[in-house]
């Protein structure tokens, strides 16, 4: 299992840690004696301790629906734990004694203290956990089990927000594997139900996201009545940005997230033209360091919670979320991004899921493989999606409307385009109809000056069309552009949108028309449409909320 996954790093997945190293962490733990078949942590445990064994021996188990597959034996020298530790969320594994010896107990508030102050015992113990992690989502392996179907809008959704959040699962396709009617059977569900995700012995039918986080124990428990230095909506590059600085600097910080860390960005198959990464990284990739190096610092981090309103008529603000609890902050950064805008094609929201996509990640492109499949959009995003979808369909049509990329996407994308064989740009053409039964099996495209539109049996689109920025939620409580974008700094005075503003100094660069509220990212008027953008403001904002904290 694991050690067939990532046999060639087992040493970095499973350190045995020298005596000097022991003996550093005894200051930090309590030494308890175990019994044999003792269990020590269950999967959805919260509050579980990081295990170092100084003699005996503990078994790390990975339950499954036929009973449980042994991972590692620690022995002297060996730690247990894997993110989901330093998350405070749900354990994904079993810890059981084989033989009887003596632990060392470190908690969660110990080993976060651990991983800030300790250099060499930080790197290692940072580094085992995300391999760990890293091999159980590779196995595919778990008492996870989500029974779906590649045709089914609500398995991509459940597949999207596990993969997305990093999450260990099984999947069953009805249409492949030949053990699903047994599984069916086996749990009193049908085929009608899909997708049904099995969940540590709940049966789960269609799960919305917020019921699937709860159920996982994704999200650490939090005092609601607690006032927050500050509260982040939206966990995408620029929100990430801002939770490490924050949190590095001495700040407690909450973010909230509706979906997976990573945003807009978090969909992109590949990145290239982020500093430091001359090989490129995938947008998931990137939003999972960002998230582990935030969890480092102690920020807490809540999945699946939108925020629906912001309250901000006093001081410290409260944000209402989906769920109807409400959580308060002395300051406020608004990262919620934006998302691609929908084509004025009247049946799309039939297809989404099951033939229209707005991220195109390798779960996406599974289901497409070998076919015929359009991109719309001239950005970034779409000519990455472009590529990488070249890579596995027959043939990808780039749709634009524009007369060309130049003025919109990177010079290295459109040459890529330009010389893979499998990708046909079409300018100024636009999708004007779908058509179908349960899923996407024609589309209808009209290019400027031909006189009549063109039909094709193509049931994949995807599209990466402009930007809608997420700020419904604001309700009227900062200034927006009419584009609905959130005005800052310079822009407000320029424009003079500050007529109520009570302050005698002027508002921040990144500062909203609203005293100690900030925004960020691509939410941000006048914001550029770059991960790296996005990452600079989050990182620069946190130096004036350090001053909003101090008036």
């Known amino acids: 299992m694991l050690n067939n996954v990532y046999e060639n790093r087992r040493e970095q997945m499973f350190p045995t840690l020298t005596a000097t190293q022991l003996a550093r962490l ?24 990081m295990l170092v064994v100084l003699s005996g021996t503990i078994e790390i188990l990975l339950p499954t629906v036929d009973g449980e597959e042994l991972v590692t034996l620690h022995t002297r020298g060996h730690f247990s734990g894997e993110m989901s530790t330093l998350r405070g969320q749900g354990s994904v594994v079993r810890a059981r004694v084989r033989e009887a010896g003596e632990v060392l107990v470190i908690n969660e508030e110990q080993l976060r203290d651990l991983v800030q102050t300790d250099a060499e015992l930080s790197e290692l113990f940072m580094r085992a956990f995300i391999l760990r992690r890293v091999a159980l989502i590779a196995t595919q392996q778990g008492d996870v089990i989500l029974i779906g179907s590649r045709h089914s809008a609500g398995t991509l959704r459940v597949q999207q927000f596990l993969g997305r959040n990093g999450f260990p ?61 500050l509260i982040i909506i939206g966990a995408g590059p620029g929100g990430l940005a801002a939770a490490v600085y924050g949190a590095s600097e001495g700040l407690d910080v909450l973010v909230l997230e509706t979906n ?9 198959s590949k990145i290239e033209n982020y500093l430091g990464f001359p090989t490129g ?93 359009i991109v719309v959009g001239g950005g970034n995003s779409a000519g990455q999606a472009a590529v990488f979808l070249a890579g596995g369909c027959r043939h990808v049509h780039l749709l634009v409307r524009a ?3 130049a ?4 010079r290295y994308l459109i040459r890529r385009i330009e010389d893979s064989p499998n990708i046909t740009l079409h300018t100024q053409t636009e999708i004007i109809a779908l058509a179908g039964d349960s899923r996407l099996q024609h589309i209808t495209w009209q290019s400027k000056g031909s006189k009549a539109p063109e039909s094709h049996d193509i049931g994949h689109v995807f599209l990466m069309t402009g930007a809608v920025p997420n700020t419904a939620w604001l309700q009227g409580c900062v200034s927006l552009d009419d584009k609905g974008f959130v005005r800052t700094g310079t822009d407000l005075i320029a424009d003079a949108h500050v007529a109520n503003w009570p302050l005698t100094r002027a508002p ?19 914001s550029v449409k770059r991960v790296a953008a996005a990452v600079g403001e989050g990182s620069a904002c946190v130096q004036t909320v350090h001053r909003v904290l101090n008036e």
């Open 169 to 229: 699962y099984v999947n069953v396709d009805i249409d492949s594997d030949p053990t699903v009617q047994g599984l069916l059977d086996r749990f009193h569900v049908s085929v009608d139900d899909i997708p049904v995700v099995l969940c540590r012995g709940k049966v789960l039918q269609n799960p919305s996201n917020e019921a699937l986080a709860g159920c996982l124990g994704l999200n650490p428990l939090s005092d609601d009545a607690k006032v927050r230095d």
């Open 407 to 410: 003025d919109s996407m990177s």
């Open 26 to 49: 005894e200051a930090h733990g309590l030494v308890i004696s175990t019994v044999q078949g003792e269990v020590l942590a269950e999967p959805g445990e919260r509050f579980r301790k």
């Open 281 to 373: 990284i995938s947008g998931q990739a990137l939003a999972g360091r960002a998230l582990v190096q935030a969890q480092k610092f102690g920020v807490e981090v809540a999945i699946a919670n939108s925020a629906v309103r912001l309250h901000c008529e006093q001081r410290p603000y409260a944000i209402e979320l989906s769920n109807g609890r409400t959580v308060r902050g002395r300051a406020i950064v608004i990262a919620t991004g934006a998302e691609y805008r929908q084509l004025a094609v009247e049946n799309i929201p039939r297809f989404l899921g099951v033939g229209v996509y707005y991220a195109a990640t390798y779960v996406e492109a599974r289901l497409c493989k070998d076919e015929e499949i």
């Open 508 to 526: 921040y660069l990144l500062e909203t028309s609203m005293p100690g509220i900030f925004a960020v990212g691509d939410v941000r008027c006048g």
């Open 403 to 405: 007369q060309g990329l």
């Open 260 to 268: 997976a860390p990573g945003g807009q960005a978090g969909s992109s």
